[in-house]
């Protein structure tokens, strides 16, 4: 079945980066649309970030353009969350999905999920 296992989160200052990774497994990793989503404390979950199947489309939610990178590598079937500029309020848990419809911004846009990776930003 598909596995979809995030790594990279930690804590971090505020202005400082991280780089997140999701190791994907169980599926022809570069037929698929792949995306970031995350959810703080008491809210729901928001999309961040999606890329194209063949990594040359991006799309970036507005709260995180100019200071996330979205990238992967079809190699290593994983792909990656550059963050800069960290903020505290990116603090959230971060996940990886799938892409079942082709090009989804919205939640339900996306089957396959990981169990995600905690960041937090601190002042």
């Known amino acids: 079945q598909v596995q979809l296992v995030e790594s990279g989160g930690g804590l971090v200052q505020a202005g400082g980066s991280l780089r997140l990774s999701c190791a994907a497994s169980g599926l022809t990793f570069s037929s698929y649309a792949m995306g970031w989503f995350r959810q703080a404390p008491g809210k729901e979950r928001e999309f961040v970030a999606a890329?194209?199947?063949?990594?040359?489309?991006?799309y970036y939610s507005y709260f995180v353009k100019g200071r996330f990178t979205i990238s992967r590598d079809n190699a290593k079937n994983t792909v990656y969350l550059q963050m800069s500029s960290l903020k505290p309020e990116d603090t959230a848990v971060y996940y990886c999905?799938?892409?079942?419809?082709?090009?989804?911004?919205?939640?339900?846009?996306?089957?396959?999920w990981g169990q995600g990776t905690q960041v937090i930003v601190s002042s």
């Open positions: 999905a799938t892409d079942r419809t082709g090009w989804g911004h919205n939640e339900a846009d996306f089957g396959s």
């Open positions: 890329i194209s199947w063949s990594g040359t489309s991006t």
